[in-house]
């Protein structure tokens, strides 16, 4: 506009600033104008009844999102304060007419896209940018602390008009932003420009226009071209769909990562309570008061003389700055230093909640509803399920129910697993999954049910994986079983679509898990993936799954195991208790499995306990388990025994040994009297050189016994040493001292 032509009101603003919401008010009230006109899309107007709506409790959120891949979205969050919100409720009350005047979401998101692909394109040069803007952060809070000294605290309307124009122009000036940012910054001026213009042609006066955005924006829109039709159409656009959302004030806080959040969401509503009553001067009162209390809360000792010296404090620090009233840098010093003793981390929870806080907003469900919102609603309904405020267990017997009439009432609780296992997958805190206190029940899950604003929230979000439940599932685990890279990953890919009850991507999984298993993997990814199929190979049937295709890839991935098994148990000490776990992992799925050919299993545990070049630990578990099995004999054991505990090998290799030989069924040890003759015999064959550390690794193989064992124990040896049982019953059950430790800790196994 040329000076002197009549123009549209300009109010710029802080996009969560409390005195921008009460000045939009009382600029409204004043001069009733015909028109508000606010930034944000302009397709947020159909939005604008449900925004209205008396059920609706900020914060909340607009968020517009693509409705085809690649997936992306918008978000525009309102707290109770922000002056985009007040502006529309005003507005409504005086009944002006309100539109948004910003480019319209399917625009937005499109830029979007461009905006990403313009810095895969500058990668290099945007991490230097980024470090560039890291080595600026400190004067972010500086910003935030200025709007508040000069904005917040401004004493009328026009000073803050005038106040909030001057920033604008000085923020642009000193702020240009990048390359592309600039360009998106001109395009939605331009947009915003035709829209006033439009207002205009319309026959509504300039100056009964009232133009509400952020006040960077505020200097471009007084003149400059318009966006045409020709260039609005060669803008990037794509689908895009609506929905109203809660937020929280965690979300809103700009350290949660929110470009145009502000550090305590909390604190400026306290502020907007007292702009809105007419009482700013009682505001830094009200937030120290609401800081003792949170401290008192949590245990904390706050006396209402220290919230007094707190608020004197503020006042002093303001005055000196030449300040109206602290400001809340300057409210955290006083706190800090009267209520918290000098001390920040006396108070710091109790300033998180004074400033963040943990409020959450409510969108009634006669808002607009997303299609997964709509999808879950139908679920809950059929599965009659709910979902309350209040936490509640849930109980679910995945069985067949025989005495129910129907089919879908049979397996009730079937079906409402795979729906919670679905949102657990999600990642939608709707329910908790809690675990069976009866061990391996695979029939039975516990969970607990409750509905909280956040699981709302991320509800809503999931819209952007699909419209329904089951398609964002299977959206999600499509794209993550693409970027696994590793079995054990793929593994709980395969697990979760089995419990999500969805055989396609079940087959997915085991084709890419058969896939993967061809390459070189350690005997600890192959045990727990076993593990995992061969849980699900047992439960197959009461999920109601054919899980046939998981039998060829476990007998592939057991005969790996079978093949890799002795050249795995070259190894230290500390790899062999990793590899113990792995092995008698593998000799219990084999135990349970009887179809599953484990005869190289066999003969592979046979190489390793007749080995003297592996691991001792390892080769006396596989003499443990092959004497379980009944392929190892008394004859066989004591030959053993008498080979490994002898003069001829290292005292404390026949210690570890031993302590392998100890980590299975120590009653089937404890009833064999030649176990212990040849451990009497080896104990007085040690050299005294080696007397001390061999003892340690004995203690160590005992420290698996019980009490009652170790008396066993203690009672054959006394009876083979002629000592009395109680006098080698303490010398079992005592703690390794320092000395021992120590002696555990220097020893080489790297020697052998």
């Given at each position: 506009?040329?000076s002197g032509?009549?123009?549209?009101?300009?109010?710029?603003?802080?996009h969560?600033?409390?005195?921008?919401?009460?000045?939009?008010?009382?600029?409204?009230?004043?001069?009733?104008?015909?028109?508000?006109?606010?930034?944000?899309?302009?397709?947020?107007?159909?939005?604008?009844?449900?925004?209205a709506?008396?059920?609706?409790?900020?914060?909340?959120?607009?968020?517009?999102?693509?409705?085809?891949?690649?997936?992306?979205?918008?978000?525009?969050?309102?707290?109770?304060?922000?002056?985009?919100?007040?502006?529309?409720?005003?507005?409504?009350?005086?009944?002006?007419p309100?539109?948004?005047?910003?480019?319209?979401?399917?625009?937005?998101?499109?830029?979007?896209?461009?905006?990403?692909?313009y810095?895969?394109?500058?990668?290099?040069?945007?991490?230097?940018?980024?470090?560039?803007?890291?080595?600026?952060a400190?004067?972010?809070?500086?910003?935030?602390?200025?709007?508040?000294?000069?904005?917040?605290?401004?004493?009328?309307?026009?000073?803050?008009l005038?106040?909030?124009?001057?920033?604008?122009e000085?923020?642009?000036?000193t702020?240009?932003?990048?390359?592309?940012?600039?360009?998106?910054?001109?395009v939605?001026e331009a947009?915003?420009?035709?829209v006033?213009a439009e207002?205009?042609?319309?026959?509504?006066?300039?100056?009964?226009?009232?133009?509400?955005?952020?006040?960077?924006?505020?200097?471009?829109l007084?003149?400059?071209?318009?966006?045409?039709d020709?260039?609005?159409?060669?803008?990037?656009q794509c689908?895009?769909?609506?929905?109203?959302?809660?937020?929280?004030?965690?979300?809103?806080?700009s350290?949660?990562?929110?470009?145009?959040?502000?550090?305590?969401?909390?604190?400026y509503?306290?502020?907007?309570?007292a702009?809105?009553?007419?009482?700013p001067?009682?505001?830094?009162a009200?937030?120290?008061?609401?800081?003792a209390?949170?401290i008192?809360?949590?245990?904390?000792?706050?006396?209402?003389?220290e919230?007094?010296?707190?608020?004197?404090?503020?006042?002093?620090?303001?005055?000196?700055?030449?300040?109206?009233?602290?400001?809340?840098?300057?409210?955290?010093?006083?706190?800090?230093t009267?209520?918290?003793?000098?001390?920040?981390?006396?108070?710091?929870?109790?300033?998180?909640?004074?400033?963040?806080?943990?409020?959450?907003?409510?969108?009634?469900?006669?808002?607009?509803?997303?299609?997964?919102?709509?999808?879950?609603?139908?679920q809950?309904?059929?599965?009659?399920?709910?979902f309350?405020?209040?936490?509640?267990?849930?109980?679910?017997?995945l069985?067949?129910?025989?005495?129910?009439?129907?089919?879908?009432?049979a397996?009730?609780?079937?079906?409402?697993?795979?729906?919670?296992?679905?949102?657990?997958a999600?990642?939608i805190s709707?329910?908790?999954?809690?675990?069976?206190?009866?061990q391996?029940?695979?029939?039975?899950?516990?969970?607990?049910?409750?509905?909280?604003?956040?699981?709302?929230?991320?509800?809503?979000?999931?819209?952007?994986?699909?419209?329904?439940?089951?398609?964002?599932?299977?959206?999600?685990?499509?794209e993550?079983?693409?970027?696994a890279?590793?079995?054990?990953?793929?593994?709980?890919?395969?697990?979760?679509?089995?419990?999500?009850?969805?055989p396609?991507?079940?087959?997915a999984?085991v084709?890419?898990?058969?896939s993967?298993?061809?390459?070189?993997?350690?005997?600890?990814?192959?045990?727990e993936?076993?593990?995992?199929?061969?849980?699900?190979?047992?439960?197959?049937?009461?999920?109601?799954?054919?899980?046939?295709?998981?039998?060829?890839?476990?007998?592939?991935?057991?005969l790996?195991?079978?093949?890799t098994?002795?050249?795995?148990?070259?190894?230290?000490?500390?790899?062999?208790?990793?590899?113990a776990?792995?092995?008698?992992?593998?000799?219990?799925?084999?135990?349970?499995?009887?179809?599953?050919?484990?005869?190289?299993?066999?003969?592979?545990?046979?190489?390793?306990?007749?080995?003297?070049?592996?691991?001792?630990?390892?080769?006396?578990?596989?003499?443990?388990?092959?004497?379980?099995s009944?392929?190892?004999?008394?004859?066989?054991?004591s030959r053993?025994?008498?080979?490994?505990?002898s003069v001829?090998f290292?005292?404390?290799?026949?210690a570890?040994?031993?302590?392998?030989?100890?980590?299975?069924?120590h009653?089937?040890?404890l009833?064999?009297?030649?176990?212990?003759?040849?451990?009497?015999?080896?104990?007085?064959?040690?050299?005294?050189?080696?007397?001390?550390?061999?003892?340690?690794?004995?203690?160590?193989?005992?420290?698996?016994?019980?009490?009652?064992e170790?008396?066993?124990?203690?009672?054959?040896l006394?009876?083979i040493?002629?000592l009395?049982?109680?006098?080698?019953?303490?010398?079992?059950?005592?703690?390794?001292?320092?000395?021992?430790s120590q002696?555990?800790?220097?020893?080489d196994?790297?020697?052998?």
């Amino acid at each position: 506009m040329k000076s002197g032509e009549r123009a549209p009101v300009f109010v710029g603003i802080r996009h969560h600033s409390p005195v921008g919401a009460h000045y939009i008010r009382e600029l409204l009230r004043e001069r009733k104008p015909e028109r508000l006109l606010i930034e944000g899309p302009a397709d947020f107007g159909r939005l604008i009844d449900m925004i209205a709506d008396p059920g609706l409790r900020p914060p909340f959120a607009v968020m517009a999102y693509t409705t085809e891949a690649p997936v992306r979205s918008v978000l525009y969050p309102f707290a109770v304060y922000s002056p985009e919100y007040q502006a529309l409720l005003a507005a409504r009350e005086l009944g002006i007419p309100v539109a948004f005047c910003d480019l319209p979401s399917p625009y937005m998101l499109g830029l979007q896209g461009a905006e990403e692909q313009y810095w895969e394109r500058q990668r290099r040069k945007a991490e230097e940018k980024k470090k560039e803007k890291e080595d600026r952060a400190p004067g972010i809070d500086d910003m935030e602390g200025f709007w508040e000294r000069y904005l917040e605290q401004s004493p009328a309307l026009e000073a803050y008009l005038e106040r909030s124009r001057i920033f604008g122009e000085e923020a642009r000036a000193t702020m240009p932003g990048e390359r592309f940012e600039q360009a998106h910054n001109a395009v939605r001026e331009a947009y915003m420009r035709r829209v006033i213009a439009e207002q205009v042609a319309s026959g509504i006066p300039p100056e009964r226009i009232v133009v509400l955005t952020g006040a960077f924006h505020t200097p471009a829109l007084a003149s400059g071209e318009l966006l045409g039709d020709a260039a609005l159409q060669k803008l990037p656009q794509c689908g895009a769909q609506l929905t109203l959302m809660p937020y929280s004030y965690q979300r809103l806080a700009s350290r949660s990562g929110y470009a145009a959040g502000n550090q305590a969401p909390a604190y400026y509503e306290l502020l907007w309570q007292a702009l809105a009553a007419g009482t700013p001067e009682r505001h830094a009162a009200r937030y120290l008061s609401a800081l003792a209390v949170h401290i008192r809360e949590r245990g904390g000792m706050v006396s209402s003389a220290e919230v007094l010296e707190a608020n004197l404090l503020a006042e002093s620090l303001a005055r000196l700055r030449e300040g109206a009233r602290p400001t809340h840098a300057e409210l955290k010093d006083a706190a800090v230093t009267c209520m918290g003793h000098g001390n920040f981390g006396e108070i710091a929870e109790g300033l998180a909640l004074a400033d963040i806080g943990t409020k959450m907003g409510h969108v009634p469900r006669s808002g607009l509803l997303t299609s997964i919102q709509q999808d879950f609603a139908a679920q809950c309904a059929e599965l009659k399920l709910k979902f309350a405020p209040v936490a509640e267990r849930l109980r679910l017997d995945l069985r067949e129910n025989r005495r129910a009439r129907t089919e879908k009432t049979a397996f009730l609780d079937l079906r409402r697993s795979f729906f919670l296992q679905r949102l657990r997958a999600l990642g939608i805190s709707f329910a908790s999954f809690r675990e069976s206190r009866q061990q391996d029940a695979g029939w039975e899950e516990n969970w607990v049910l409750s509905r909280t604003p956040e699981s709302e929230i991320q509800l809503a979000e999931t819209v952007l994986k699909g419209d329904t439940i089951a398609h964002a599932v299977s959206f999600d685990l499509q794209e993550k079983l693409a970027a696994a890279e590793d079995t054990a990953a793929i593994t709980a890919l395969l697990e979760t679509a089995f419990l999500c009850g969805m055989p396609e991507l079940l087959e997915a999984a085991v084709s890419r898990l058969d896939s993967a298993s061809i390459e070189q993997i350690s005997i600890a990814e192959i045990a727990e993936t076993a593990k995992t199929l061969a849980r699900l190979l047992q439960y197959g049937d009461v999920r109601r799954s054919d899980v046939s295709v998981l039998r060829p890839i476990l007998e592939r991935i057991l005969l790996r195991a079978s093949l890799t098994l002795v050249d795995s148990c070259f190894c230290d000490d500390e790899a062999a208790g990793g590899m113990a776990k792995s092995i008698e992992t593998l000799q219990a799925i084999f135990a349970v499995e009887a179809d599953m050919p484990g005869d190289k299993w066999q003969r592979a545990l046979r190489e390793l306990s007749q080995r003297d070049d592996l691991s001792a630990k390892l080769s006396g578990l596989a003499t443990a388990i092959r004497l379980d099995s009944g392929d190892l004999g008394e004859e066989e054991l004591s030959r053993e025994i008498s080979r490994r505990m002898s003069v001829g090998f290292r005292a404390e290799l026949g210690a570890l040994w031993f302590e392998g030989l100890s980590m299975r069924n120590h009653y089937a040890l404890l009833v064999r009297r030649v176990v212990w003759e040849s451990l009497s015999r080896y104990i007085d064959a040690i050299p005294e050189d080696c007397w001390q550390r061999a003892m340690v690794f004995l203690r160590r193989a005992f420290a698996s016994y019980n009490a009652g064992e170790k008396d066993m124990v203690a009672e054959n040896l006394a009876e083979i040493w002629g000592l009395e049982k109680r006098q080698v019953s303490e010398a079992l059950n005592a703690e390794l001292g320092k000395e021992e430790s120590q002696a555990l800790e220097s020893f080489d196994f790297d020697d052998f």
